[in-house]
């Protein structure tokens, strides 16, 4: 689901989405052109995936081939930013453990992944997670990605569009009219 971008003037009365099936096999980069494809777009940029539990507490960054250096998927923070943010991040109806995930990962950070080197199936994704994913770092088309299915012998082919909802917004809204 493409998520709003009030900036780039898309606040859209209903959501807009793409299914997109694809291999397990394929590689988050093979998922980046699906999505790209499918929103028509046209002009590549920078873009970045982030793994997300069941809590939607982001475990790990997958990066553009080109962004990638092995570091932290993002800054440690120290304790005091953690309070700041953790308010903010994890609503009180979250179980404690949740917060103290966050604060772990927040403190120590895994090393980020390749995005062109890490297979769908290597992220071991369950139907309760999900996939945050930014294109264009600069513009920030955010978009949502749910794991509907999970199935086993998935096709070996390119990503499909196998359904849609909405009008893809212009890639350059100012520029593109």
Partial sequence: MLLPNPPLEFEPETEVYREIEISGSSTLADLHEGVFDAFDRYDSHAYEFLTRDEHGIATRSYVHPQLYSGDESWRPMDDDEIDRF????????????????????????????????????????????????????????????????????????????????????????????
């Avoid at 009180?92 to 604060?103: G, Q, W």
Wanted: proline fraction near 10%; hydrophobic fraction near 25%.
């Fill in 86 to 177: 953790l308010e903010h991040a994890i609503p009180d109806s979250e179980p404690e453990e949740a917060r103290e995930r966050f604060r772990e990962l927040r403190k120590h950070p895994p090393k980020e992944g390749n995005a062109a080197r890490t297979t769908i199936d290597e992220l071991e994704l369950d139907q309760s997670q999900t996939l945050f994913y930014e294109f264009d770092l600069g513009d920030g088309w955010e978009h949502h990605i749910k794991i509907e299915e999970i199935w086993e012998g998935s096709p070996d082919d390119d990503p499909v569009v196998v359904e849609k909802q909405g009008e893809a917004p212009p890639q350059y809204p100012r520029r593109d009219r």
